[in-house]
């Protein structure tokens, strides 16, 4: 019964500090004068038992309420009682130390202006100083005494909820997320050290009284020896490969990881810990970081009317942002998709005040609607982001993707040189490199029309509209891609489908995409195809089997990976070039230009007009047939256009 009733009181005095408010300031401001008083009481008993006599020009009373009335007016001047004390920080004792120090200084002053006029002073100088001391230590002691109690007592959480974790670093950065963790409210880990590659010493060491370990083995071997579960890289001077090998094995032997971003100086610790997020799989690509030449960039673009279509998809919206901060004087999105682009538009407005943002909601196949565009916004610079791009819906509405990819693309070009744009940048996919498929033909048939209009017009004129292509894989995290439905499927316990455990695919971020994108746009010439260095392939299984681990389960137990097959058009394997086709570097190691030999314009635009004006009524056999004539390297995969190609 005894043991019963000290829980339960625990648990009813826990519950009440936890919804304690805060104290109001002047009760704060008292107790800190209290403090003071405390300190010359003690200083009193402590001169008067050394053998020196009291200066009696006052009486005692007197003397240590000017010590009191001038203490309190620096807390007042200073504010050192509007701090929260729970939630007290370093700023907090250097206030107190100023004010202190300050008053001892005040008074100091008073007592030699005394010794001046009177000739006796009003103090013992070393009377003085020990209250100075002694009133710095008891508000600072106090302070401590307060933080330590809400954190260990009034703020406790049942430790066996917390999940036990590693830091790895031990530089200023790390102490200040352990710091950040261990006044988070409501805690969610437990430090149990930190692990340092750099300490070679073999003395054990420690900080915020947690070991330091020094990386001798394995991570995961330290991470079991120290009962973790998981682990927070905070290394600022780690390479992205070492982050990349700490993910992986931890991952690999089912332990929790945790990213934070290089902290600041002016940081709380209460941003910091809301900045501790796991891993995600963009985290672990592997790919070296964007140099972008922002100048050239920035000279393309400034004070520039800009075109973007497809603006609400996820690589037309993320040009929208990227352009928008080269400050032009106007983006015109455009798209057809009526809440994506109006979602856009609420995002973005406002975000730079000095351009104009404007909002068109047309499809790209109707000429009168977009040449009215032209006609009012007369864009300098075009980005044609805009494309049906799923494979198996393609094969499935063949004219859907002439009409969009082909002859969308086709309205554009022609009203760019019509209205004499200067730039047209056109956005293409590595699908449309020996293509398998109807999506990847249609973008190859839109890059040839592009392609060879801009030769033709060179022929006619130095000033004609330069046209470029970019040409890159797929994009993780686009609407519609493989990482959001992987993520949906982990959400739901799986299975994870995927389409042959042998596939292969290049990935970039979205960010990553579109900054090459704007890259390739200024150094064209036009007529060219730049293609993306995309980094290493990535097995898609290998892909599902880290995403499920990063999640916190068990590929094959918790979450199972289910091979379905291979959809129709789909390849093992993409390619960045045809086999004919070879590159010439440009002045960004990332940016490769593909030489693909032109074809003659009046004859592609003749085979193309064909294609076009007869796919709304021919039947879908008679639509792939055409588009196989135009592209003689299209051969259908997993496809029912398959017999078309013997």
């Given at each position: 019964?005894?043991?019963?009733?000290?829980?339960?009181?625990?648990?009813?005095?826990?519950?009440?500090?936890?919804?304690?408010?805060?104290?109001?300031?002047?009760?704060?401001?008292?107790?800190?004068?209290?403090?003071?008083?405390?300190?010359?009481?003690?200083?009193?008993?402590?001169?008067?038992?050394?053998?020196?006599?009291?200066?009696?020009?006052?009486?005692?009373?007197?003397?240590?309420?000017?010590?009191?009335?001038?203490?309190?007016?620096?807390?007042?001047?200073?504010?050192?009682?509007?701090?929260?004390?729970?939630?007290?920080?370093?700023?907090?004792?250097?206030?107190?130390?100023?004010?202190?120090?300050?008053?001892?200084?005040?008074?100091?002053?008073?007592?030699?202006?005394?010794?001046?006029?009177?000739?006796?002073?009003?103090?013992?100088?070393?009377?003085?100083?020990?209250?100075?001391?002694?009133?710095?230590?008891?508000?600072?002691?106090?302070?401590?005494?307060?933080?330590?109690?809400?954190?260990?007592?009034?703020?406790?959480?049942?430790?066996?909820?917390?999940?036990?974790?590693?830091?790895?670093?031990?530089?200023?950065?790390?102490?200040?997320?352990?710091?950040?963790?261990?006044?988070?409210?409501?805690?969610?880990?437990?430090?149990?050290?930190?692990?340092?590659?750099?300490?070679?010493?073999?003395?054990?060491?420690?900080?915020?009284?947690?070991?330091?370990?020094?990386?001798?083995?394995?991570?995961?071997?330290?991470?079991?020896?120290?009962?973790?579960?998981?682990?927070?890289?905070?290394?600022?001077?780690?390479?992205?490969?070492?982050?990349?090998?700490?993910?992986?094995?931890?991952?690999?032997?089912?332990?929790?990881?945790?990213?934070?971003?290089?902290?600041?100086?002016?940081?709380?610790?209460?941003?910091?810990?809301?900045?501790?997020?796991?891993?995600?799989?963009?985290?672990?690509?592997?790919?070296?970081?964007?140099?972008?030449?922002?100048?050239?960039?920035?000279?393309?673009l400034k004070g520039k009317k800009v075109l973007i279509t497809g603006a609400a998809g996820s690589i037309g919206s993320e040009i929208v942002r990227q352009v928008l901060e080269f400050g032009p004087s106007k983006i015109v999105m455009l798209d057809q998709a009526e809440t994506p682009l109006h979602n856009l538009a609420l995002e973005i407005n406002g975000l730079n005040p000095a351009v104009k943002i404007k909002t068109v909601l047309a499809d790209i196949r109707n000429w009168d609607v977009i040449e009215n565009v032209f006609r009012t916004y007369r864009p300098d610079v075009v980005y044609h982001a805009a494309a049906y791009k799923h494979v198996p819906l393609m094969e499935e509405n063949p004219s859907q993707a002439v009409c969009t990819n082909v002859f969308g693309t086709m309205n554009l070009a022609d009203l760019a040189n019509q209205y004499e744009v200067e730039r047209f940048v056109m956005v293409s996919t590595d699908k449309a490199v020996n293509p398998s498929s109807v999506m990847g033909a249609s973008k190859r048939i839109a890059e040839k029309y592009v392609q060879s209009l801009h030769y033709k017009l060179q022929q006619e004129s130095d000033n004609a509209t330069k046209f470029i292509t970019t040409r890159f894989g797929n994009?993780?995290?686009?609407?519609?891609?493989?990482?959001?439905?992987?993520?949906?499927?982990?959400?739901?316990?799986?299975?994870?489908?995927?389409?042959?455990?042998?596939?292969?695919?290049?990935?970039?971020?979205?960010?990553?995409?579109?900054?090459?994108?704007?890259?390739?746009?200024?150094?064209?010439?036009?007529?060219?195809?730049?293609?993306?260095?995309?980094?290493?392939?990535?097995?898609?299984?290998?892909?599902?089997?880290?995403?499920?681990?990063?999640?916190?389960?068990?590929?094959?137990?918790?979450?199972?990976?289910?091979?379905?097959?291979?959809?129709?058009?789909?390849?093992?394997?993409?390619?960045?070039?045809?086999?004919?086709?070879?590159?010439?570097?440009?002045?960004?190691?990332?940016?490769?230009?593909?030489?693909?030999?032109?074809?003659?314009?009046?004859?592609?635009?003749?085979?193309?007009?064909?294609?076009?004006?007869?796919?709304?009524?021919?039947?879908?056999?008679?639509?792939?047939?055409?588009?196989?004539?135009?592209?003689?390297?299209?051969?259908?995969?997993?496809?029912?256009?398959?017999?078309?190609?013997?």
């Open positions: 019964m005894n043991a019963a009733f000290k829980y339960m009181m625990a648990k009813i005095s826990k519950k009440r500090f936890r919804n304690m408010g805060y104290l109001p300031r002047w009760i704060i401001f008292l107790i800190d004068v209290f403090i003071v008083f405390v300190a010359s009481v003690v200083t009193y008993f402590i001169v008067e038992s050394l053998s020196a006599n009291f200066y009696k020009n006052l009486n005692m009373p007197v003397r240590y309420a000017l010590v009191i009335f001038v203490n309190a007016f620096f807390f007042l001047l200073y504010r050192t009682y509007a701090g929260i004390i729970r939630h007290s920080t370093f700023i907090d004792c250097v206030k107190l130390l100023v004010s202190t120090s300050t008053a001892f200084v005040a008074l100091a002053a008073i007592n030699l202006s005394w010794l001046l006029v009177f000739g006796q002073q009003l103090y013992m100088n070393t009377g003085l100083f020990i209250s100075y001391v002694i009133s710095f230590l008891l508000l600072f002691l106090f302070r401590i005494l307060v933080k330590h109690f809400f954190e260990k007592y009034a703020n406790s959480v049942d430790a066996k909820k917390l999940m036990p974790l590693v830091i790895y670093g031990a530089d200023a950065n790390a102490i200040s997320i352990a710091n950040a963790l261990k006044t988070e409210t409501p805690a969610r880990f437990k430090l149990r050290g930190f692990i340092d590659k750099y300490h070679q010493d073999k003395t054990s060491k420690r900080i915020l009284n947690l070991p330091i370990v020094n990386q001798n083995k394995s991570i995961h071997v330290i991470m079991r020896a120290m009962k973790a579960e998981a682990l927070i890289i905070a290394e600022k001077g780690l390479s992205r490969e070492e982050i990349v090998a700490i993910v992986e094995e931890c991952l690999e032997y089912n332990f929790k990881v945790f990213t934070v971003p290089v902290i600041t100086d002016w940081e709380d610790q209460d941003h910091i810990s809301k900045k501790v997020k796991s891993f995600e799989i963009e985290d672990l690509l592997e790919r070296k970081p964007i140099d972008l030449h922002m100048d050239e960039i920035s000279k393309q994009v993780l995290g686009s609407n519609g891609s493989i990482v959001p439905l992987f993520t949906k499927q982990i959400q739901e316990g799986g299975p994870i489908t995927i389409t042959h455990p042998e596939i292969i695919r290049y990935f970039m971020t979205i960010p990553e995409a579109c900054q090459l994108v704007l890259e390739a746009g200024t150094m064209g010439n036009g007529g060219e195809i730049f293609i993306f260095d995309m980094g290493e392939p990535v097995k898609i299984i290998d892909l599902a089997k880290k995403m499920i681990r990063l999640a916190g389960y068990t590929p094959g137990k918790e979450i199972e990976i289910k091979i379905i097959g291979l959809r129709p058009g789909e390849k093992l394997f993409e390619e960045l070039l045809n086999d004919t086709s070879k590159t010439l570097p440009t002045h960004n190691d990332q940016i490769m230009i593909a030489i693909d030999p032109a074809d003659d314009f009046e004859q592609v635009s003749m085979s193309i007009k064909d294609l076009c004006e007869t796919a709304k009524y021919i039947t879908n056999d008679e639509i792939v047939f055409k588009m196989k004539k135009i592209v003689p390297e299209f051969k259908s995969l997993n496809s029912m256009f398959q017999m078309l190609d013997q």
